[in-house]
């Protein structure tokens, strides 16, 4: 593990279960969402990686497959409306029975709402895809956040990272402009705001740096994404003994 210098230097294989949990728990330590745990509002939307959020941000377990809108699968698809759990709405840091419709109009500067991503593009911008004609809950939410001052926050995997800019992809997409999809065909919507890839999380939990070298493997590493640390000794230590348990015993996401 020993770099040159001072450096230390250690590889780790995160699966997809164990990333999700690494970038929840560096979203839960971010400033701005520590503050309105204290005294604002949280939105958490639906999302598979969003669901690993909601229990970092509860302390507690939650139905995870249940906390999910659209997603890729065998195909791109989404739960029944019947099936989805609702989105998680915190007021200082306590959960409130609220629909989507019910707190909006509640948030303003210093509230935060999390929204997951479906791509991440090599200029930070994220993408979200779109199954709704409406927009669902992004052309929701997005807008609104934006335009109240609202911290917007997302959680995204490094796996999720793309070749081209979502600039130019977005207008090429939308459910009228695709003939053929695996699944349902859908838009793209660009997101801005606070991105939390795994590499943000282990520098807010750990205090050292991190770069994502590869992604996928085979059988259990099929999703996964591999990370270069580095930094002082007892940081990097920590944090490969800390993520090494992590991808040994954090089941993989489900949906259902």
């Known amino acids: 593990m020993r770099g040159d210098g001072n450096a230390t230097k250690a590889l780790v294989v995160l699966p997809p279960g164990a990333a999700r949990r690494l970038i929840a728990r560096g979203v839960a330590r971010l400033p701005e969402v520590e503050r309105a745990r204290e005294g604002?509002?949280?939105v958490v939307a639906l999302g598979t990686t969003n669901a690993y959020v909601a229990e970092e941000l509860l302390g507690k377990p939650i139905e995870r497959e249940r906390f999910c809108a659209g997603y890729?699968?065998?195909?791109l698809a989404w739960l029944p409306p019947e099936r989805q759990a609702r989105p998680l709405v915190l007021?200082?840091?306590e959960p409130v029975d609220l629909s989507l419709d019910e707190v909006l109009p509640d948030l303003g500067?210093?509230?935060v709402v999390i929204k997951g991503a479906n791509v991440l593009d090599p200029a930070g911008?994220?993408?979200v895809f779109m199954a709704s004609p409406l927009g669902g809950t992004v052309g929701r939410l997005a807008a609104s956040a934006l335009a109240r001052g609202v911290e917007l926050v997302i959680p995204?995997?490094?796996a999720k990272s793309i070749h081209g800019f979502v600039s130019e992809l977005a207008p090429e997409l939308g459910i009228g402009r695709v003939a053929?999809?695996?699944g349902g065909p859908v838009g793209l919507f660009p997101l801005v705001g606070k991105v939390v890839t795994e590499l943000e999380a282990i520098a807010l939990l750990y205090g050292i740096h991190a770069h994502h070298i590869a992604t996928g493997g085979v059988g259990p590493g099929t999703g996964s994404v591999t990370l270069l640390l580095g930094g002082e000794e007892e940081g990097v230590s920590r944090a490969f003994e800390e993520l090494?348990?992590?991808a040994r015993t954090e089941p993989p996401p489900r949906v259902g």
Not at 72 to 75: F, K, L, R, V
């Open 156 to 158: 995204v995997s490094c």
């Open 72 to 75: 890729i699968g065998e195909a």
């Open 180 to 182: 053929h999809a695996t």
């Open 125 to 127: 911008v994220c993408g």
């Open 244 to 246: 090494s348990l992590l």
């Open 91 to 93: 007021r200082k840091g």
């Open 40 to 42: 604002g509002l949280i």
């Open 109 to 111: 500067a210093g509230d």
